[in-house]
T-cell receptor, first 114, second 114 residues
Framework: AQSVTQLDSHVSVSEGTPVLLRCNYSSSYSPSLFWYVQHPNKGLQLLLKYTSAATLVKGINGFEAEFKKSETSFHLTKPSAHMSDAAEYFCVVSSFSNDYKLSFGAGTTVTVRA | DTGVSQNPRHKITKRGQNVTFRCDPISEHNRLYWYRQTLGQGPEFLTYFQNEAQLEKSRLLSDRFSAERPKGSFSTLEIQRTEQGDSAMYLC????????????FGSGTRLTVV
């Protein structure tokens, strides 16, 4: 079985301040983990993915995430938020045990204040 | 390569009517997935195909839902006797067998049942 829990349903930050989106995962086998972003009325866009290579993963638009097995976490961060970062973010898990189907978290809505 | 294409983009239907959505995956992708996303939630797995074979149907998929991929290329998702609870975004994704993490998502079909 595999699942993810996104610990915050909504995060509000000021432009130029750091962003932290928290995700915990559960997986019976070695997981692959992803972060996707969805802007209003747009499709899902892949930000980054972890595949058991480096534990610190860099993605697009200045985002990065760190895989911590001991904490079963895969938190997403960005040093400085931009207005264009306002969107819905999804943490996703996949593994061999589930034929690599994707299991999504409930999402975190990010609001950026000017 | 034009990505994953879904049609229509929007569909408004009356309760009790049947609707059909189409997904055209990336041409060399032999795996095709359907997800459903309701307001404020992450996408939920519905069903998936390897070529023309339907490998799994989620328990979320009632008997009113049927999906096909007759020639291993495009896929259709039909909902019979629609209910208001079927209102959601229906997402299609595809990938190659050997690229277990290389998912590409379409922009989705938004269904509104009135």
């Amino acid at each position: 079985a595999q699942s993810v829990t996104q610990l915050d349903s909504h995060v509000s930050v000021s432009e130029g301040t750091p962003v932290l989106l928290r995700c915990n995962y559960s997986s019976s086998y070695s997981p692959s983990l992803f972060w996707y972003v969805q802007h209003p009325n747009k499709g899902l866009q892949l930000l980054l993915k972890y595949t058991s290579a480096a534990t610190l993963v860099k993605g697009i638009n200045g985002f990065e995430a760190e895989f911590k097995k001991s904490e079963t976490s895969f938190h997403l961060t960005k040093p400085s938020a931009h207005m264009s970062d306002a969107a819905e973010y999804f943490c996703v898990v996949s593994s061999f045990s589930n034929d690599y189907k994707l299991s999504f978290g409930a999402g975190t809505t990010v609001t950026v204040r000017a | 390569d034009t990505g994953v294409s879904q049609n229509p983009r929007h569909k408004i239907t009356k309760r009790g009517q049947n609707v059909t959505f189409r997904c055209d995956p990336i041409s060399e992708h032999n795996r095709l997935y359907w997800y459903r996303q309701t307001l404020g939630q992450g996408p939920e797995f519905l069903t998936y195909f390897q070529n023309e074979a339907q490998l799994e149907k989620s328990r979320l998929l009632s008997d009113r839902f049927s999906a096909e991929r007759p020639k291993g290329s495009f896929s259709t998702l039909e909902i019979q006797r629609t209910e208001q609870g079927d209102s959601a975004m229906y997402l299609c994704a595809s990938r190659q067998d050997r690229d277990v993490l290389g998912y590409t998502f379409g922009s989705g079909t938004r269904l509104t049942v009135v």
